[in-house]
């Protein structure tokens, strides 16, 4: 064989061991995750972060005292908390402001972004319940402003309110380019737009730990299937470890 064909079946059996996986049975992986040691208190603390976050006050108050783990805030803001997210949920946007102020009057005067989005709300609302004349008055005189006062949030601020408006040049807005203004995932999106901002008022994680840990997960297994074949999860809700495929 010429030296030239030895070299390429060299080249060859170099990229077959670099393609190739390392397999990984259930034995020893499972051994590697009992070697992990994690703390119940720590466990504990995560869900309890998830149920304050997401406002689960009764669930929360339950699992305090069954677990004897404190929450880091107290309990009875969250009520406050989801009913103001409640209140945006429901369309009654003006009540859900109202809300905010009595908590912390400073939430909205430092977030012009949020006030902003609360009053494009009150004006989409307005809007869904036919009160044209009253959604144009309102529009011209507490949302154009808006985008005038910030020099750096104006073009954002005009072109949502430009957006917005333009609902009412349909007769059929379910069919519109800007329908989805009306649908409840809009309302979802202010609310917890608001419901973010309290918590960092209250200097508590705007999101939930929680879900980010699961993000992790998915994203540390797909790196390590490039790698390995090995008992991975694929269902979150059960976190059952399924075979690996060789």
């Given at each position: 064989?010429?030296?030239f064909w030895i070299v390429i079946r060299q080249l060859a059996e170099i990229e077959a061991m670099a393609l190739s996986k390392k397999v990984i049975t259930r034995e020893e992986w499972e051994k590697k995750l009992n070697d992990v040691k994690?703390?119940?208190e720590d466990m504990n603390k995560l869900v309890m972060n998830f149920l304050v976050t997401e406002g689960y006050v009764d669930a929360a108050e339950k699992f305090r005292m069954e677990s004897g783990t404190e929450p880091d805030i107290d309990l009875a803001t969250i009520t406050d908390r989801m009913a103001v997210k409640k209140?945006?949920?429901?369309?009654?946007?003006?009540?859900?402001?109202?809300k905010v102020n009595d908590l912390n009057?400073?939430?909205?005067?430092?977030?012009?972004?949020?006030?902003?989005?609360?009053?494009?709300?009150?004006?989409?609302e307005l809007i869904r319940n036919g009160k044209v004349e009253e959604a144009l008055e309102f529009a011209?005189?507490?949302?154009?402003?808006?985008?005038?006062?910030?020099?750096?949030?104006q073009q954002s601020f005009l072109e949502e309110l430009?957006?917005?408006?333009?609902?009412?040049?349909?007769?059929?807005v379910s069919n519109?380019?800007?329908?989805?203004?009306?649908?409840?995932?809009?309302?979802?999106?202010?609310?917890s737009e608001v419901n973010a901002a309290i918590l960092t008022s209250q200097s508590h994680e705007k999101d939930p730990k929680l879900p980010s840990l699961l993000k992790m997960l998915v994203w540390a297994q797909n790196q390590l299937d490039e790698k390995a074949a090995y008992p991975r999860i694929n269902n979150l809700s059960t976190a059952t470890l399924e075979d690996p495929a060789v």
């Amino acid at each position: 064989m010429s030296p030239f064909w030895i070299v390429i079946r060299q080249l060859a059996e170099i990229e077959a061991m670099a393609l190739s996986k390392k397999v990984i049975t259930r034995e020893e992986w499972e051994k590697k995750l009992n070697d992990v040691k994690i703390r119940k208190e720590d466990m504990n603390k995560l869900v309890m972060n998830f149920l304050v976050t997401e406002g689960y006050v009764d669930a929360a108050e339950k699992f305090r005292m069954e677990s004897g783990t404190e929450p880091d805030i107290d309990l009875a803001t969250i009520t406050d908390r989801m009913a103001v997210k409640k209140a945006v949920q429901c369309g009654n946007v003006e009540d859900a402001i109202e809300k905010v102020n009595d908590l912390n009057p400073e939430i909205l005067d430092t977030n012009p972004q949020l006030f902003f989005h609360l009053q494009q709300q009150r004006l989409i609302e307005l809007i869904r319940n036919g009160k044209v004349e009253e959604a144009l008055e309102f529009a011209q005189e507490e949302l154009a402003p808006r985008g005038e006062e910030n020099s750096f949030l104006q073009q954002s601020f005009l072109e949502e309110l430009e957006r917005t408006v333009a609902l009412l040049a349909f007769e059929d807005v379910s069919n519109c380019p800007v329908g989805d203004l009306l649908d409840i995932s809009q309302r979802l999106k202010t609310a917890s737009e608001v419901n973010a901002a309290i918590l960092t008022s209250q200097s508590h994680e705007k999101d939930p730990k929680l879900p980010s840990l699961l993000k992790m997960l998915v994203w540390a297994q797909n790196q390590l299937d490039e790698k390995a074949a090995y008992p991975r999860i694929n269902n979150l809700s059960t976190a059952t470890l399924e075979d690996p495929a060789v």
